[in-house]
Each structure stands twice: as C-alpha cells, then as structure tokens.
C-alpha cells in the first residue's frame, strides 16, 4: 500500500513569507509526527497529533511554527513569516495506534525548505 | 531528558569489510532503541529495533544490533559490507509517554563504501 507522502518535495522561500507543508499519513494510522531535520543534523521532533487532536507542540521553535490535523488525517505544517534559520528538512511520519504501547514510526521522504 | 550520542560523524569501509556504528544513550527507564537508516533524497527507513528481551536483534539487510545495559549503548553492525550500504544511519530512542511517543535521535554517522 501507499506510505507517507508529503508535498512539496522542494519548497524555496523567500524570507517573510508564509510556507506550507503538507503530510498525507498511511490511511487509518492514528499517530502524527512532525520532525525537523536540519542540514547534518538528526530529526528533531516538533508535534504530535493523536487524531485530531495535537497532544504535545513542545518541539515548535517559535510561535510562527503552527501545525493542525483537523479530521484525523492529512496534517499542515505552516511556517509564518520564514527566517534563514528555518530551512531544514520537515519530516512526517506516522504510527498505526496512540500511545498506549510502542509501535513504529513510518516516515515520509520529507520536504526541503530552503528559505533565502 | 532522553539524549542519544553517535559518536562517529563519518566512518569510510572497504565493500566486503565489517562495520560497526557506536550507540550511546541515555534514558531514565528501558529505553525502546530503534536504528534508521537514510540515503540522499530518501525519507528513514527502520533498519531494526529493540523494546525488550533478546539483547541481540537482528534487522533488514543484514544489520543487527546488541543491546548493552550496563554500557548505555546499542551498537549496529553488519558482517560484510556492500555499496550499497552508503547512507547516514541514526540512532534513536523512544519513550511511552501520557502523550506522545517521540523519538530522540542521534547526530547520524554517515557511511561511505571504497570499492
């Protein structure tokens, strides 16, 4: 079946300019996550969504960073006004049941913000 | 707070030769121990993982990887090299939380293949 998949793939923006990210989850998965992979760097978590509901936003760097999932399963990652420090790689990924016991992460091929 | 430390940040291997990357974590509880791997343009993709029992885990394309307790790490390894095993490989723990199962991962080693 089909994996995560995100869009766009490549994203240029300008600085000040609002972009958006978007994460289509396996179908059915009930777990979101949101990482940010800056240049030679690991994953860095950002947000979680269970459904539609976003339990933990403690990895957003700033209150520009906004993330939401409204019906349980497309989610939108919106950056307002870009600065320079936001160009990374924004990976999605999701999980097929909450939190009540471990299960695996699948990943996206991400999407590479470049912000100049 | 949950840190993972790869200390290797590039290790080049011979095709064929051995190779090992190094693990370290550190993790208030049993951690649930996980190694990706990710090549140019591709998102991660799990190689193995461990959540408890056997301290030797065996994963996709021939990687696996020990879990040391009392050594706070969780060392991938491969017998035999191929080029295609160039990528950069993370390190990563995970914790069940209230919400929320996160993963903390490593800085990455990444691995080049001499033919």
């Known amino acids: 079946g089909a994996g995560v998949s995100q869009s766009p793939r490549y994203k240029v923006a300008k600085r000040g300019q609002d972009v958006a990210l978007r994460c289509d989850p396996i179908s059915g998965h009930v777990s979101l996550f949101w990482y940010q992979q800056a240049l030679g760097q690991g994953p860095e978590f950002l947000t979680y969504?269970?459904?539609?509901?976003?339990?933990?936003k403690s990895g957003l760097p700033s209150d520009r960073f906004f993330a939401e999932r409204p019906e349980g399963s497309v989610s939108t990652l919106k950056i307002q006004r870009t600065q320079q420090e936001d160009s990374a790689v924004y990976l999605c990924?999701?999980?097929?049941?909450?939190?009540?016991?471990?299960?695996?992460?699948?990943f996206g091929p991400g999407t590479r913000l470049t912000v100049l | 707070a949950q840190s993972v430390t790869q200390p290797d940040i590039h290790i080049t291997v011979s095709e064929g030769a051995s190779l090992e990357l190094r693990c370290n974590y550190s993790?208030?509880?049993?951690?649930?121990l996980f190694w990706y791997v990710q090549s140019p343009g591709q998102g991660l993709q799990l190689l193995l993982k461990y959540f408890s029992g056997d301290t030797l885990v065996q994963g996709i394309k021939g990687f696996e990887a020990e879990f040391k307790r009392s050594q706070s790490s969780f060392n991938l390894r491969k017998p035999s090299v191929h080029w295609s095993d160039a990528a950069e490989y993370f390190c990563a723990v995970g914790a069940i939380k209230a919400a929320g199962n996160k993963l903390t991962f490593g800085g990455g080693t990444r691995v080049l293949v001499k033919p």
């Open positions: 969504f269970q459904n539609e509901a976003q339990l933990d």
């Open positions: 990924a999701s999980s097929p049941r909450d939190t009540s016991s471990y299960n695996e992460q699948f």
């Open positions: 993790y208030g509880a049993t951690p649930y």
